[in-house]
């Protein structure tokens, strides 16, 4: 299976940029590269996917390696709000036309205010 | 517009009762999952349904649980024989599809105590 790696945790000062990276040395050509976050009490919620092109959306940017077995979530301004734990998640083809969304242990994020 | 919908949102049941959680997912999403979330830890992914129909369950972890779906809508989630090893926060997600670039959208759990 193919698996992601993140730091266990991270502090970023508010109104400052966050990088948050992920490793996933073993993605497949036909892996997607989503990332979710959980705040706290609260059920996971989509951030942003991508492929092989680096994704802009309103929350966050995502930066895909060139050889994508790598990938960096950005925000661009963090806030007390963003205080979640991120996931790294490669919905991986499971066979009979569907794609798995299997969940690490992610990165939880503090922001300092 | 709802979102997805889980209920009980809290559940208290004696060890060794039985407890049905139930999910609806938004509508017209075909793909369905649900995962479990020990406190403090990521989430374990439990069963897949595509329609009607399970393609995946491998994550159950005993024969004390099983799901269905009806009508490509609503799922329930089973759990017989309730042991304290089984409280946990009980999410469910649905997504349009079950391609790679379609995003899942996640319930708020139910928080289940077994006591």
């Known amino acids: 299976d193919a698996k992601t790696t993140q730091p266990n945790s991270m502090e970023s000062n508010e109104e400052e940029p966050v990088h948050l990276p992920c490793n996933h040395s073993?993605?497949?050509?036909?892996?997607?590269i989503h990332w979710y976050r959980q705040l706290p009490s609260q059920g996971p919620e989509y951030v942003i996917h991508?492929?092989?092109s680096n994704v802009n959306n309103r929350m966050a940017s995502l930066a895909i390696a060139e050889d994508r077995k790598s990938s960096t979530l950005i925000l661009h301004r963090a806030t007390l709000r963003d205080a979640a734990v991120y996931y790294c998640i490669l919905r991986t083809y499971s066979g009979a036309g569907s794609y798995q969304l299997t969940f690490g242990k992610g990165t939880k994020l503090s922001v300092i205010p | 517009g709802a979102g997805v919908s889980q209920s009980p949102s809290n559940k208290v049941t004696e060890k060794g009762k039985d407890v049905e959680l139930r999910c609806d997912p938004i509508?017209?999403?075909?793909?369905l999952y649900w995962y479990r979330q020990s406190l403090g830890q990521g989430l374990e992914f439990l069963i897949y349904?595509?329609?009607?129909?399970?393609?995946?369950k491998s994550g159950l972890p005993s024969d004390r649980f099983s799901a269905e779906r009806t009508g490509g809508s609503v799922s329930t989630l089973t759990i017989q024989r309730t042991q304290q090893e089984d409280s946990a926060v009980y999410l469910c997600?649905?997504?349009?599809?079950?391609?790679?670039?379609?995003?899942?959208?996640f319930g708020q759990g139910t928080r289940l105590t077994v006591v």
């Open positions: 073993t993605i497949s050509g036909t892996d997607y």
């Open positions: 349904f595509q329609g009607n129909s399970a393609p995946d």
């Open positions: 997600a649905s997504s349009l599809g079950a391609q790679g670039r379609t995003e899942a959208f």
């Open positions: 509508s017209g999403h075909t793909a």
């Open positions: 991508g492929l092989t």
